[in-house]
Structures are given as C-alpha cells and as structure tokens.
C-alpha cells in the first residue's frame, strides 16, 4: 500500500532557526512529489513539484530536494510568517497526502 | 489571478440531510477534484471527474456521494443523507491535466467548505 509518512509532527523553531521538514514514501510509480502550505482554516497552497531523484528546488526562505525514498523540505532563517502546516503529497496517478508538519516560528 | 471559489464557506446541518456543495473551478481547467479534510487529520481524496465521468474515486466515495458539473462553470459535490462522520473541511481543486498519463502538475485548491452535521 502507497504510504507518504511526514516528520515532525510539529516543530517550534525561534526565528531566524534553520531547519528541515521531513516526507519519506513508499510508492509504486511515483508520478511527481509536492510540497503544499497550509494555513488554518484554509485550503493547500502549491509550493513545489520534486519528478526525479537529485531534484532541487527553492523559493525564498525555503528549498525542497528528493531522492528516492524521501523528500526534505528546508527552512533557511525562518520568521514568524513561515508559521503553517507543510504538507507533502504524492503524486501516484491520484495526489494523495501526509498529514503534515505543523510549524510555529516564534519572534 | 485565476483561483477555485468554493460556496458555501460553512454549513451546519441536521443528520440525514441532503447537501449540496458548489465549485466554480478555474476556467481553463479540465480535470476537478474534491478532497475532504477531517479536523486534525490529513487531506483525504474523495474523487476526480474529466469529460464529465468520474475517473477514479476513493473508499470514502460511497453511494451517499454523488458529483456533477451541471453547467460549464460550476462543479458540485452532494451528499444525500448525512452522517455526522461526514463533518469536515471539503476542498475542491483543478488542474490542467489529469495524472492518468502523467503528472498533473499543480492542484489549485479552494478555501474549502466546512459542513457541520449536527
């Protein structure tokens, strides 16, 4: 069975504390690896699309890589405006998603 | 910039109820999809449409769903008799291609409906 399995479940950083996000699968036909925000009340918001191993992306504060078993999503100087959940989700035909890292950046 | 509008943001229902819930997904998009979020939990797919079919549906996607696009505009989720475990955060999204033969890219998302069964 496809499994997309997120770490931690919450982190607190203090700002301007790096750090990294953790998503590790096990599927079969991986179509694509994405990385979402998600703040409360709210729908997913699209950050990244990882295809194939060695993949590097980033976007501000922020840069996600994958290999073959995992993905990190990594979190350069942090502020409070960062504070969300990151979900990652995998693409195997329909996209299905972690549970997500819930993060709090305080000032 | 182009964005998925969803109506109602909240409903509260009695159980047993029918509800229907409303996507105006964006224009240029083919493929549409409804996630449901549980409070707490994670963003759970429910199912995809394309050329007006379902594609692929999930578990959770019982006879009490049903999904339609009526017009060329608006995409719709209906619940026909609710359950209180049917209380959730329900998103609709889009996308240009479908994930059958590749990859989708990116899945716009709504801000989501909450439905509260009572």
């Known amino acids: 069975e496809d499994q997309v399995t997120q770490s931690p479940e919450a982190l607190r950083l203090q700002e301007g504390e790096s750090s990294s996000l953790n998503c590790s699968y096990t599927v079969s036909g991986l179509r694509g690896l994405f990385w979402y925000r998600q703040d409360p009340g709210k729908g997913p918001e699209f950050l990244f699309t990882l295809y194939s191993a060695g993949e590097e992306k980033e976007k501000e504060r922020l840069k996600a890589t994958l290999t073959k078993k995992e993905s990190f999503l990594h979190i350069t100087a942090p502020k409070p405006e960062d504070s969300a959940t990151y979900l990652c989700?995998?693409?195997?035909?329909?996209?299905?998603f972690g549970a997500g890292t819930r993060l709090t950046v305080k000032p | 910039e182009p964005e998925v509008t969803q109506t109602p943001s909240h409903q509260v229902t009695q159980m047993g109820q029918e509800v229907i819930l409303r996507c105006v997904p964006i224009s240029n998009h083919l493929y549409f999809y409804w996630y449901r979020q549980i409070l707490g939990q994670k963003v759970e797919f429910l199912v995809s449409f394309y050329n007006n079919e379902i594609s692929e549906k999930s578990e959770i996607f019982d006879d009490q769903f049903s999904v339609e696009r009526p017009d060329g505009s608006n995409f719709t989720l209906k619940i026909r008799s609710t359950k209180l475990e049917d209380s959730a955060m329900y998103f609709c999204a889009s996308s240009e291609r479908s994930g059958e033969w590749g990859n989708t890219g990116e899945l716009f998302f709504g801000e989501g409906s909450r439905l509260t069964v009572l």
């Open positions: 989700a995998v693409q195997v035909g329909v996209m299905r």
